[in-house]
DNA sequence: TATTAATCCTATCAATTTAATAGGAATTAC
DNA sequence: GTAATTCCTATTAAATTGATAGGATTAATA
């Protein structure tokens, strides 16, 4: 299951995203709008934040804004920084890779081959999509 | 992350469709060479038995084994029985759709699409996997 | 300079899910 | 009748998730 940190994670881009101005956004603007708990959504930009992916300004008439433009940032990133290893087991993480502890041998374990493929192919979609693409909503 | 259910239950599968006899294997002697909590591969192999994919005998010599050949079994059926709807979002589930409790209309949710393609990705991988390419060690 | 409005930070809590365990009932082979 | 097995239900412990609380810090502006 998506969590709903990664959920309200991407509505919140997307919604920055779609503003017209490059006035930083205000968490309670976007909170109101997208039905998300404010102080959830909070944490959850903070994050975006200090991954690179957000600016912000603090105090009055502050907020979040994109550091890039939308057709430069790339699901992977995000979905890294929101969700986690992409890959479902850690022995097929590319980025986070970890033997898994319950497995002697991962060149034997059966699993591991599927994994391989589920990453592969969820990556592809990942890095084909960029928060342009999510944005526009005339798809 | 993939559950331990999961990993216990394809790991138990692979052991299963890669002895060469058809008898009934315990699951005493699964737990044992694949390094499973014996109670809780239980039941994981009872969720199997209910859903179709293996058959069992009670008794003494007793066991499970597979309803059909390892060709036949495909990761699509396995996968919704261990770990549930393969959609990240209820709202873009074949088998289990439901509406996002959180999202007002789902047509103007960014999320909803790119999840359509995660899931459709996945599905392909699992349509085109049976348990017999699980078995296959030399791979 | 005081006020207001915002992010930033840390801690905590409640609910849910996951992983595992326990104990015994039912069934079957011998 | 005994031993070996699946079957079933309940319970528990740990981890994760979703959300809340309270205040520190920063910046605009009157």
Same mark, same amino acid.
């Given at each position: 299951?998506?969590?709903?940190?990664?959920?309200?994670?991407?509505?919140?881009?997307? @919604?920055?995203?779609?503003?017209? =101005?490059?006035?930083?956004?205000?968490?309670?603007?976007?909170?109101? =709008?997208?039905?998300?708990?404010? *102080? @959830?959504?909070? =944490?959850?930009?903070?994050?975006?934040?200090?991954?690179?992916?957000?600016?912000?300004?603090?105090? *009055?008439?502050?907020?979040?804004?994109?550091?890039?433009?939308?057709?430069?940032?790339?699901?992977?990133?995000?979905?890294?920084?929101?969700?986690?290893?992409?890959?479902?087991?850690?022995?097929?993480?590319?980025?986070?890779?970890?033997?898994?502890?319950?497995?002697?041998?991962?060149? *034997?374990? =059966?699993?591991?081959?599927?994994?391989?493929?589920?990453?592969?192919?969820?990556?592809?979609? @990942?890095?084909?999509?960029?928060?342009?693409?999510?944005?526009?909503?005339?798809?």
């Amino acid at each position: 299951m998506l969590s709903k940190k990664t959920k309200y994670g991407l509505k919140a881009l997307t @919604f920055i995203a779609t503003r017209e =101005s490059d006035l930083p956004v205000q968490v309670s603007v976007i909170a109101k =709008s997208e039905q998300i708990p404010q *102080k @959830f959504l909070e =944490s959850i930009l903070l994050t975006l934040r200090k991954s690179g992916i957000l600016g912000s300004k603090k105090g *009055k008439h502050g907020g979040y804004y994109l550091r890039m433009e939308p057709l430069d940032i790339k699901m992977t990133d995000v979905m890294r920084v929101l969700e986690g290893p992409i890959a479902m087991v850690p022995c097929v993480s590319l980025n986070y890779y970890e033997k898994c502890d319950d497995c002697p041998d991962e060149h *034997k374990c =059966s699993v591991h081959k599927l994994m391989i493929e589920v990453r592969d192919s969820t990556l592809k979609v @990942f890095r084909n999509t960029t928060l342009a693409d999510l944005s526009n909503t005339n798809g």
